[in-house]
């Protein structure tokens, strides 16, 4: 790791490039509780097609000159299977790597990690609605997408779900599968 100038290690850059609201406003939450001054949050373009996640991530961080990278700067994209095909997904996993980008990725949306912060998870595939029926339940009021005041309950058990998504940490484009958990570990290592 880099020194600065005063002989202290400086903490490499970390950019989490999310799909949409709710991951946005979880990762912010994340930033806060982890103090994680390192770390920026952007959100890819919504409501397009999900098959080109990495290339509008690669555009994302050659147009932003707040977002300039180096060999010191990790890149996580994170997504969700939603509609895309298995070969699609490759296809992006593919060029992830090519890009030296992490993926960040659920199966079959990133309500499987948020249950995750309240019981273990298995392979089993859950349903949407399903994953939102269980977060009213364990919320106590439905649950809406992006409600700041749900998410930021939420991450209240971010070492619960670190736990409980263990057993579904692989990417499985199959069955019911979210790796943020080993995403945060590894932002969290880089930190110390």
Not at 47 to 74: E, F, H, V, Y
Not at 77 to 98: R, W
Not at 157 to 162: I, T
Request: hydrophobic fraction near 40%; glycine fraction near 4%.
């Amino acid at each position: 790791m880099a020194r600065n100038k005063k002989g202290r290690k400086e903490k490499r850059k970390v950019y989490i490039l999310v799909e949409g609201e709710t991951e946005q406003k979880y990762f912010d939450f994340l930033r806060q509780k982890l103090r994680l001054s390192n770390v920026k949050i952007r959100t890819l373009i919504l409501n397009n097609s999900g098959r080109t996640w990495i290339d509008k991530a690669k555009r994302l961080l050659q147009n932003d000159p707040k977002l300039s990278r180096d060999k010191q700067t990790d890149v996580f994209v994170v997504f969700d299977k939603d509609e895309i095909t298995v070969e699609e997904l490759k296809a992006m996993f593919s060029k992830a790597v090519k890009e030296n980008f992490t993926i960040g990725f659920s199966n079959i949306t990133f309500e499987v990690w948020l249950v995750a912060h309240f019981e273990p998870m298995t392979s089993h595939l859950i349903s949407k609605q399903g994953l939102k029926d269980k977060l009213s339940r364990y919320l106590q009021a439905k649950y809406i997408k992006a409600n700041s005041d749900q998410l930021e309950k939420i991450i209240e058990n971010l070492d619960v779900a670190l736990k409980n998504s263990a057993l579904i940490s692989k990417v499985d484009l199959c069955g019911q599968s979210t790796n943020i958990g080993g995403m945060i570990m590894k932002i969290k290592q880089d930190q110390e």
